[in-house]
């Protein structure tokens, strides 16, 4: 990733971010859920081919078709937070009116040296990728096991329409 990196002021290196520290926002869900993992961020595009009855090649001519997006996957902790499962709840139910899509932001940052209570003030480098349109398609519920101590990860797969990366 070209001009992405966090500086090591001291000796004047750079260093790529990691991959480990991210934050996911979703528009209209207020509250917070602790992602473990965010994966299948991806974007294709169809390639038409054709050819002209008359061009004096036999090669075809390629040319760009639809834009295709693969589902992304959220891998969670179990939360209480209900705001976060009201919207998974809505959109997986049963009996539902309209499915409520949202813009999901993913954001991958670079924390230096700060504290988690002072996010916004550690964060020294981003990426950001915008999942517009998103809506719940796939819940997992945590595999339940009294014999293991394992935290209990649920997973929410996303279809979305578009992929914006704004930096």
């Known amino acids: 990733m ?41 974007a294709s595009v169809d390639v038409i081919e054709f050819r002209q009855g008359n061009a004096n090649s036999l090669a075809p001519v390629k040319i760009p078709g639809l834009v ?14 209900s705001a976060f499962k009201t919207w998974i709840q809505e959109c997986v139910s049963e009996v539902r009116g309209a499915i409520p899509r949202n813009n ?23 990426r950001v990728w915008i999942l517009t349109n998103a809506w719940v398609t796939k819940y997992n519920a945590p595999d339940l096991d009294a014999k293991t101590s394992d935290v209990a990860i649920e997973s929410v797969e996303l279809a979305y329409e578009e992929l914006v990366i704004p930096n």
Not at 20 to 29: C, G, Q, S
Not at 106 to 126: A, F, R, V, Y
């Open 2 to 42: 070209a001009g992405v990196a966090t500086y090591d002021n001291s000796k004047g290196l750079a260093y790529p971010l990691t991959k480990m520290n991210f934050l996911v926002t979703v528009d209209t869900v207020s509250g917070t859920a602790a992602f473990s993992e965010v994966t299948g961020i991806e």
């Open 68 to 81: 295709k997006h693969g589902n992304v996957t959220l891998k969670m902790g179990y939360t209480l937070d």
């Open 104 to 126: 999901v932001q993913i954001e991958m940052i670079d924390i230096t040296g700060g504290s988690p209570q002072n996010l916004q003030e550690t964060i020294t480098g981003n």
